[in-house]
């Protein structure tokens, strides 16, 4: 799979290369045989609007955790599978 992506003007282009025979020597001449086998397409950049502030803010926000000091608390708490609570102890 190849992706060129030239400038901010020019097309994003996605090609789907194979190659069958690589040796030494074609690297060192610099000419591996490609063959495109498979979809290949072009994409251009139409939409480069940037979001306002605030909703750009609130797309980035991380959410919070409801009770982080529960959650601390039942770090080392488990139920098995016939329904008992068990804990791990450290000394």
Wanted: glycine share 4%; with cysteine.
């Amino acid at each position: 799979m190849l992706f060129t992506c030239r400038g901010e003007l020019q097309p994003i282009e996605f090609r789907h290369l194979e190659c069958e025979d690589v040796t030494e020597a074609t690297v060192q001449m610099k000419t591996v045989p490609f063959r495109e086998v498979g979809p290949s397409f072009n994409m251009v950049l139409r939409r480069n609007k940037m979001a306002n502030h605030d909703l750009f803010k609130d797309a980035c926000r991380q959410p919070k955790v409801l009770n982080p000091d529960k959650k601390r608390a039942d770090k080392n708490k488990f139920t098995n599978v016939l329904g008992e609570k068990k804990g791990k102890v450290f000394i």
